[in-house]
């Protein structure tokens, strides 16, 4: 469908294809006629927020949100700085941390410009370079049958397209990554970093930080200062269970980040994003809470689902990877009949895979036994 308005429309806006999220609970409540949906398909913290924020957000509400939020994000940046022990001058804060996504696109790419990221990556990474009119350079992800890291990044195919283009502004890397939870050392991402020319920005994308073994951890916040050009990219939609309200940030150099708010609408956070992710930031036992879960469900997910005879990625996030080895369509409408939605991963070129977020022990339950009915 094309209208005489098209014409003027920018031609990577027009060649886009929206991000289709996981379907919201209401919805297929609304279709189906049912009443208890569980839904682990958006890798949100089953626990939700903690309960000091939820008692300061019902505080906030009684407030004045006739005002304008705090532009500058005063007191958040302050929190962060000292939760990082960086400058506030390093931090910028966005609306979640796709916010951030995008402004480094709209900084970095355009036409005559390409961004460098992994087959099987995040969604966004490939929309937002779509929409800058820049171009996608996919490198080839680990093998299938790779020992570590099944379909997750190869760092050293990201170094040999670099040393082969010099068009490229801007390398995209989750660690770990979404949909597969593979995760990569720290070592590994700061020896490729070391073969990055300094003009090319990397965006690193920690969104699930929080749920790596400490073992895998790296502090990129240590690499700054000898790689500025180097974003590291936080949220507190995943383990700190904000997904609703949107706040992310960036650590990066005080010049980018003098960019990055450039380019940031001036209001980006709203008052009650700003205040809950101070209060999140602070209740580190909540998020101590979630990680425990996750990582009890996660191996409990993974073991019933072997026991089924499938194989699941190894997972250093809060979701896994389910290979069926046939085509995961039907298992995705069969568990949505059944009022279970997970995500399919056709988009990510993995077809027989399903992407299981980890819930509660009551909503995994209710995910095995719909799956095991559908495998009977
Ligand atoms: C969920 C996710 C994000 C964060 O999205 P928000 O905009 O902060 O909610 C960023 N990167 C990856 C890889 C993710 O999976």
């Not at 309200?245 to 001036?266: E, F, H, K, M, T």
């Not at 019933?304 to 409408?333: H, Y």
Request: glycine residues 6%; charged residues 20%; contains cysteine.
């Amino acid at each position: 469908m094309t209208a005489a308005t098209d014409r003027f429309a920018l031609p990577g806006i027009l060649k886009l294809q929206p991000y289709s999220p996981g379907m919201p609970i209401d919805e297929l409540q609304r279709r189906l006629g049912l009443s208890n949906v569980v839904k682990l398909a958006s890798n949100e913290n089953p626990l939700g927020p903690s309960p000091q924020v939820r008692a300061v957000l019902a505080d906030a509400v009684q407030g004045n949100l006739a005002l304008y939020p705090d532009g500058s994000g005063y007191a958040l940046k302050r929190a962060l700085s000292t939760y990082h022990d960086i400058a506030p001058e390093c931090i910028t804060l966005g609306n979640g941390s796709n916010d951030l996504l995008e402004f480094l696109s709209r900084i970095f790419l355009g036409p005559g410009r390409a961004a460098l990221f992994s087959a099987h990556a995040f969604a966004v990474y490939a929309l937002a370079t779509q929409a800058q009119d820049a171009e996608a350079v996919v490198a080839p992800s680990l093998p299938a049958d790779h020992p570590d890291a099944p379909y997750g990044h190869d760092l050293a195919a990201f170094s040999r397209v670099l040393a082969q283009r010099d068009d490229i502004s801007l390398v995209f890397i989750a660690n770990p990554n979404n949909p597969t939870g593979t995760s990569l050392s720290a070592e590994a991402v700061e020896a490729f970093l070391a073969t990055v020319p300094p003009h090319v920005v990397v965006a690193y994308d920690e969104a699930y930080f929080d749920y790596m073994a400490p073992a895998h951890r790296g502090d990129a916040t240590q690499w700054l200062t000898r790689f500025p050009n180097v974003v590291i990219c936080r949220t507190f939609s995943k383990a700190y269970g904000l997904a609703g309200l949107r706040a992310g940030y960036s650590l990066s150099s005080p010049r980018i980040a003098d960019l990055l708010n450039r380019v940031r609408q001036p209001f980006n956070l709203n008052s009650l994003a700003l205040l809950a992710a101070e209060h999140a930031l602070a209740d580190q036992e909540h998020v101590g809470e979630s990680v425990t879960l996750n990582i009890r469900e996660r191996g409990r997910l993974t073991d019933a689902c072997e026991a089924l005879g499938l194989r699941v990625l190894p997972s250093q996030a809060n979701f896994i990877a389910i290979d069926f080895g046939r085509d995961a369509a039907p298992l995705q409408q069969g568990l949505l009949e059944q009022g279970v939605i997970v995500r399919p991963m056709a988009s990510y070129d993995m077809p027989t895979f399903l992407r299981v977020s980890v819930g509660t022990e009551r909503e995994n339950d209710r995910f095995l036994s719909a799956l095991e009915t559908l495998l009977a």
